[in-house]
């Protein structure tokens, strides 16, 4: 009890209340000791009066501050006791709707009979690794804290879940069951928990039933076993039931049901499968009609039949065994309404005729007298003879009820032993978690191999107390009082421990010890023994064994009773209450028997179904096995009672309960009517009794039961310390402070860490607390009220001053404005005065000026025409004389050339006749004749040699006759040719000059066209003068458009509404980008699916093989691979990558999910098949292009290679001509320094030969150009035949002769004997030929030239236009709009230039690449032909000293060459040894992706399909194997991400696509792909880089998450600001130490490390984007739905610190250049919380202002914060109901997610955009550390 000064005036106390159990009430004055009245008053404002004991002193209890109301702890009160307990529970429950509260060690879950979305998966991973201390109270806290302990410290565990029926136990062992399924992970296909939880249907409706306290009260047990592996993950399960409430099968009392299974059953009659079992209504039964109430509200037995049909089928039960099995019940049902008729009071009967008889044995399957003739008689066996007796009615009746339980409890362990088949795991397993649920006690286990488990026990009811109470209910209180004592025990142990840790004395606490009770029930002579004694009696019944208790437990145990008026029942006094118990029927469901005939005759029944549910009637499955009861004393002495195994499986449970740690979660009904939210306080307060939360705070309360850490007590009440008071040492500052503040050192102790308070004692700090800042308070308003009142008054004062200073000053002005008027007027009449005496001098001297100058200006005009009149005159007469002079000249120039004329002609009249005079002569034809001679021994040294020929050809003649005469033929018509070549060329001569008037005129046509364009330019500037002019006349008008504004106007609002449809249209398209972002993140997802799905499939695999290997070995399917196997198994991963279809076929054998998955891979595969027909048409179009281009490259070269030679013979000639002429030069200077040689010296001699050779090689290269200039000729005539040059010219290419045709001599001498004239001809004919080509070449030329400048003027046409129609429009425009307008215009025309430029700056690209080609070509032959100049002078030269070549540097063509096979060497050194961060700093950036696309390259060269393949599916298998091995790196998943994507952007810039080669470079388009289109592998990469990003993230994820509450929430940045509360006995988990605390500053340079990893790896900026935008939504994700679920955390404080947190975020992102990232929108949600925290939240229009405010938050999420806002200080107010009621009413509109969590999981679809690389491959050296030395450039 508290100390008597609490007790003062406004001090709040709790008064008993008949209706609300406790009720509130505030003291009127205060309390002194003595007093025998407390004065108090109510809520509603009426005064009562309290008496009270003045021998007790039996005060009311106090009552807690506001501040610690609705805390989540119940032991961080400060006043424990009842009506605190109940009025936490209720604001929590009702105003919060907080349905789990802390008491101590203890979870209360009130049931709010509304379904909350708190069990979600996102709560589940939000409490998954949490500590308890530090998250609201939940479910999933205390099943996370036993599974950790269980997990990681190996620990055995158990939950025990309590109440009484309808508490909600079913749905906290099933969220509990749940959890651990979330957590664990599921390692077989299907989810277990689901199929476990699938079977619920089944057994409700076998198992369960309506009693008068619960409508779906379980009335059996049941034991699941949960088998997990050794990483703790879920398997398979297994089911044991016992204990079956058999007798509800034949009895039920007022009010309640039979199993719900008949009741469906009855309902479906009407179908036609039930017809043959003629049932009825469910009433029209006596098994179903006795509690006559067959219907429960609110539930369709039909639709529940069909879900419970729907569940059998699901779990493999066929249609033909459902139908055996509604068969039995059915027969079950009629055998209940068969009639036995009693004859005497010894014998009974039935009719044969009874019609339910008859239907049972025919559904049966037996003969109906013989059943009729067993439930009427009974064999008896004795020592030699057996005897049948008839049995009485009574008998006869329970013998048939015995029968249809019997057969009824066969049915149900048959669906059990369905159930566990299906549920049955393949594997071994480790490990397994059991739960048993026995009349309403669900206990899980978990053992393992070694001694380690988990245990839920959830008792369904409290101590069951009905108007008859049988023995059911007394199993089910026996149990509750076994649990109550272990309950209490561990409790009290708890508090021993926390003592002695802490090393603080302590005494004995007393608790109630309910081991008495217990011994009544089980103890030697207990109510158990008597039972089982009484059954083995003979004539034993149940008033026999009531008499037995009565003397002897009645005087012996205080805990048991009589009741008075009944001699057959008995009262226990139990914990909680006192239990009435009828001995009827406690014998017999003791024993449980039944007929051994009746069950032989089913034996023999013809029902195959009914004989396989009795085989094994000997054999014990588990302890469900219902036992046959025989007659016979020596059996029945051997049989165990139901009672006995109750007690030891009790026993059992207690045992491996006593070895575990428990967890307690006592569940609370809060109403009977099942209304939502609404509490009853009087049935919450009997279940808090009864279910041990208030012997708990009673326990503590005994104690120390408030406890606080020496830095919590510091940090709280700092502001009752001095400063002299604070030490260095905080612990002996708190001690200190406590001796001022509490004088009786017995209210609390120091501990080790902690400090422990009685009861009362923190309240009482609280409230020193609260006074001290109250005077604080009082001392900070009086010091600043005299503040505010001194300021007043000096702003007073200071105002006084300025007014006066203004004044005088006013006044001083004015004085002095009056002297400088003064002044000012004498000066302004001065200066008057002047102006007007110069304004007369300038006007008389500007009159004279004038005058002066006009007469000036006549005398000027009259001398400047007397000048020009004698100057016109001088040219008249120059131009006279001119002509004169010239005409004298004309005609004596003319007399001259007439009289030479005749003088020359009469001298060559002369020299003719000398001429022909000495032609007569002989001396002329010898001087002609001279050389003949030699010439005719030529000739006839020929002739004789032809003679001989002749000779010898002469035997020949005959034979070759025909021959000879083909060939004169042939002859004739080549000279027949040559004759018309001849008339051809000379044609062609005609033709000449005709060419050169035609060249002549082109010439004069060109400077024609020059002209024009001088012209066209002339006028040009013309039309710019005059649009000048137009822009001026425009401008006159312009005064006259303005009338025209208001038509523009009503434009301007159409342009406006025509905006807003753009708007909408923009908005629609906004809501199209959403829905293509969530397709591809729906199309990512399933990606990352189906490669999760090739992944097991390649473990299954690996996995069967092993086990083939392996032989009799067991199959294990998680055996864990050797690394080594990720690369000598690459090459198995091809098929996986061979097509899309493969893949499409694979992704068809999953499971139906939520997406059409079907419908969408139909349509990827037809836009796949589409994108192939368009390729493939693509690829058949540029073939047939390259196939044009590579025909005339061809006939190009060959061009460019006869004119190289051409080139090269005319070099090659100029050279020698240069020799000769310096030879020449040699030989004739007379100054050089070697004299020329005498002649007929020897060296003149050599010199001649050399010089005649020179000239016979000089003839001969002319011959050789004149057949390549005719060649050349041929080719270009061959090139412009289908051409307009070729039809011009009609060049007659047969006529041309061949190369054959000139090696002819014969021809050649036919013409000529040396062939000079003929080689003359030809070339004659060649130029002219030649002369043709260049003319039309030119003519072409021209004709463009002339085209191009017609273009010109047509777009300077053009531009003169769009000009003129863009200055009407801008002079109509504003100004603003005009200079806009001109700056749109000046962009464009820049923007066109730019084009033009970049075509330009292309062409001029590939012009010098093909020069350069042919400079490399020049190079070489100028190399060669100096080689051979150097080695001919060697070798006519001395030798001389060797001189030293440099070798010229390798071109490289950006491949690597490797051996066929190398791909495993190649993916083993690259990608499976390589070490990421040493390659991040030490080698180039994306260095192997470069070098596998270099391989690729080399394998496309050599158009190598396989290789192909091979390499690709062995790098893809290899990164996989990589990132499955390694993905939890970050840094190892950011290099690979790195390199998949410059892998992806390599194959997409070099694959020759246009869309990507604009980015490349001329080299890089060399580079390019040409053999092979990797569409389908880019696809394939994009998909793993894909799956990379997504590993990324999740190691990212694992990182960050530990990191991000503690940062963002728990840790304080801004000191000073936050307040601490007091907190509860919930400490924090013994298994996780106490860690460093994280801070903001950690989280950032967590943040920094990763930013710099993927910069270190140059990963696409893009990419690093979307990771940091994925990193800050999981920051606010986990933030704000811990924020959520943290009550303690709610507050504005709180948000104080959110914001700061988020701001140094948004810092981080500004110094990095990513505040345009998206990453600041992520955490919107956040800053929102954190201000809605923040914010005034009292009025309607707070409400309307936080609705605005937080529109990035769901209307749940809103409503969540504001209920679970918590002040940390007195002057902080707690958000009202009504506030949030309006809250709710203005978003009841809103459209938006109702979810409360975000999700934390979630990861954003990655965008992949292209990036092309600037590394050229040529240059990309390989270093040796990489071991690739088999890898060769080219």
Known sequence: MAGYELYTKHARV??????????????VKDYTSGDQTLFLQLEDGTEVQYKVDPRTHNLPPLRNPNILVGENDLTALSYLNEPAVLHNIKVRFIDSKLIYTYCGIVLVAVNPYESLPIYEADIIHAYNGQNMADMDPHIFAVAEEAYKQMARDQQNQSIIVSGESGAGKTVSAKYAMRYFATVS??????????RVLASNPIMEALGNAKTTRNDNSSRFGKYIEIGFDKKHRIIGAHMRTYLLEKSRVVYQTHGERNYHIFYQLCASSHLPEFQPFKLGGADDFHCTNQGQNSVIDGVDDTKEMCSTRRALSLLGISESHQMEMYQILAAILHLSNVEVKEHSQDRSSILADDAHLVVFCELMGVPCKEMAHWLCHRKLKATTETYVKCVSKTNAVNGRDALAKHIYARIFSWIVGCINNVLKSAVKQHSFIGVLDIYGYVIIFMFVHFPRFLNILSSFTRFETFDINSFEQFCINYANEKLQQQFNLHVFKLEQEEYMKEQIPWTLIDFYDNQPCINLIEAKLGILDLLDEECKMPQGSDGSWSQKMYNTLLKQNDHFDKPRLSN???????????????????????????????????????FDFLLKLFEGNEKTTSSSKSITGKSGRSQRGNKKTVGMQFRQSLHLLMDTLNATTPHYVRCIKPNDHKKPFSLDPERAVQQLRACGILETIRISAAGFPSRWTYQEFFSRYRVLMKQMDVLPDGKETCRNVLKKLIQDQNLYQFGKNKIFFRAGQVAFLEKLRSEQLRRACVSIQKTIRCWSARKKYLRMKQSANTIQRHVRGHQARCYVNCLRRTRAAVVIQRNVRMWAARARYHKLRSASVVIQCFFRTYAARKLYYKLVYEQKALVIQKWAKGWLARKHYQRT?????????????????????????????????????????????????????????????????????????????????????????????????????????????LQQELENTCREKEVLEEQRKIDKEQTQLVVEELNMKNSLLSNEKEDLDKLIQKQTQQLTDIKGQMENKEQLEKELIEERSRYQRLSNEHLHLEELHKDLKEELEVRISSGKEQWSPRSQKPESDYSSKSAECSPILGSTYERTSTVDKEPPSTVDLPLLLKLQRRVRESEREKQSLQRQLDEKEAQEENYAEEEKTELDLETLKRQELESENKKLKQDLSKLRKSLTSENSELMPPAVGSTTYGILLEQLTSSNEELEMRKEEVLLLQSHLVRQDAMKYKDSAIGEGVKLELGDLPSFQDLDRSTDIHTLNEDGELWLAYEGLKETNRILECQMQTLEKQHREQNEKLQDEVNTLKEEKEQQQKLLAQTLVLPEDARIEAGLKLEITRLTNENLELMVQQDKQDKAISNLKKELQLYMNKVIQFEANQKNTHLMTSTPAKAVSIPRKEKEYQGMLEYKEGDENRLVKNLILDMKARGV????????????????????????????????????LCSIKGVIKRRGKDFGVSSFWLANTCRLLHCLRQYSGDETFKTHNTSKQNEHCLTNFELTEYQNVFGDLAVQIYRQLIKSMEDILQPLIVSSMLEQESVHGVLGSKPTGMRKRSSSSPEEEAVTVEV?????????????????????????????????????LNQLLLRKDMCSWSKGLQIRYNVWQLEEWL??????????KEMLEPLVQAAQLLQVKKKTEADAQAICNMCAGLTTAQIVKVLTLYTPVVEFEERVTTTFITTIKDILKDRENSSTLMMDAKKIFSVTLSFSPSSVALETIQIPTSLNLGFLQHI
Not at 16 to 21: G, I, L, N, Q, R
Not at 1488 to 1493: D, G, K, S, T
Not at 1651 to 1670: A, F, G, P, W, Y
Not at 1710 to 1719: L, P, T, V
């Open 14 to 27: 709790w008064l008993p209340d008949a209706v609300e159990v406790w009720k509130s009430a505030k003291l």
């Open 185 to 194: 992970g599921l390692s077989g296909e299907a989810n277990i928990e689901e």
């Open 568 to 606: 057959t029942a008995f009262i226990i006094h139990h914990f909680a209450d006192k239990v009435e118990y009828q001995c009827d029927g406690f014998l017999e469901k003791n024993k449980d028997t039944v007929n051994e005939e009746q069950i032989h005759v089913l034996q023999n029944s013809k």
């Open 893 to 1001: 120039r003319a007399n001259i050339i007439l009289l030479q004329s005749c003088v020359r002609r009469m001298m060559a009249k002369k020299e003719l006749k000398k001429l022909k005079v000495n032609a007569r002569s002989v001396e002329h034809f010898k001087n002609l004749n001279v050389g003949m001679e030699n010439k005719i021994m030529q000739l006839q040294h020929k002739i004789d040699e032809q003679h001989k020929e002749v000779s010898e050809l002469g035997e020949r003649m005959n034979a070759a006759a025909k021959t000879q005469a083909m060939e004169q033929e042939r002859h004739c018509k080549e000279i027949e040719n040559l004759h018309r070549s001849e008339q051809h060329a000379q044609a062609k001569a005609k033709m000449l000059p005709s060419l050169l008037e035609q060249l002549s005129f």
């Open 1480 to 1515: 991040a700093l030490s080698f180039l950036p994306g260095l192997p992706a470069y070098v596998i696309f270099m391989c690729l390259r080399y394998a496309d060269h050599v158009n190598d399909d396989q290789r192909v393949s091979t390499l690709l599916n062995s790098v």
């Open 1643 to 1679: 989280l950032l340079q967590q943040l920094g490390h990763w930013h710099i990893t993927m910069c270190q790896h140059e990963m696409d900026s893009d990419l690093i984007k979307q990771v940091v935008r994925q990193q800050f939504y999981v920051i606010c994700a986990v933030t």
């Open 1710 to 1719: 500004s110094e990095r250049d990513m505040s345009n990232c998206g990453a």
